[in-house]
């Protein structure tokens, strides 16, 4: 009987030390804290369409994009972080021909989460509703970059006499069925599609 009470003993306890190394390995301590991951650089906005109106002077655009970073303790560094950017070669649009970099490094201030860049586009090769993708790309980072750091900006190139654009509006009435059914006010953007759908 002495043995039988001893076995459950030495069984307790042997179960007892398995699930204490168990918890511990739950809680090790050289798990990696989520708070402390990487911070990670990547575009606020990675993908958008640019409506590019030719005209005869084939006068170049500028569009201005920002770049953010994510991770860590999800608030802002106290600590610069700085980016280098690139024109991506998966990009229809080459570098140096169709458009130009303002600045390829970008530095992100301490104390801030954002910075503003710009790219120079170039209308001249541009051909009416032969729409097409610019890629840019974030190719370093003081810190990290974030698995998708890309931005794709698709360049739809228009004729002077198009109907895209961004409209005021003067007299905003909605009709429909010939009854008056409420008004609107302020500005419109019509978007081109593609040749002669809007």
């Known amino acids: 009987m002495k043995n039988i009470k001893l076995l459950r003993i030495f069984l307790i306890l042997i179960l007892g030390t398995i699930t204490l190394n ?3 390995e739950l809680i090790d301590p050289t798990e ?9 650089a990547s575009f606020v906005v990675t993908a958008k369409d640019i409506n590019i109106i030719k005209d005869a002077a084939n006068t170049p655009i500028t ?3 920002e770049i953010s970073y994510y991770g860590g303790k999800n608030v802002v560094l106290d600590r610069a972080v700085s980016v280098t950017l690139g ?3 998966k990009s229809a649009i080459p570098e140096g021909t169709g458009v130009e970099l303002t600045t390829k490094s970008l530095t992100i201030p301490a104390g801030s989460s954002t910075v503003t860049g710009s790219v120079k586009i170039f209308t001249g090769p541009l051909v009416p509703f032969n729409f097409q993708d610019l ?4 190719s370093e980072s003081s810190e990290s970059i974030a698995e998708k750091n890309t931005a ?3 360049l739809k190139a228009l004729p002077s006499n198009t109907l895209a654009g961004t409209y005021d509006t003067v007299v905003g009435q909605y009709w429909n069925s010939g009854t008056r059914r409420g008004d609107f006010s302020g500005t419109f953007v019509i978007s081109a599609i593609s040749p002669g759908l809007y």
């Open 22 to 24: 168990s918890c511990d």
């Open 32 to 40: 990696t804290d989520f708070g402390n991951g990487p911070v990670l």
């Open 63 to 65: 569009y201005e994009f």
């Open 87 to 89: 024109v991506s070669s």
């Open 135 to 138: 890629v840019l790309e974030i």
């Open 152 to 154: 794709t900006l698709t």
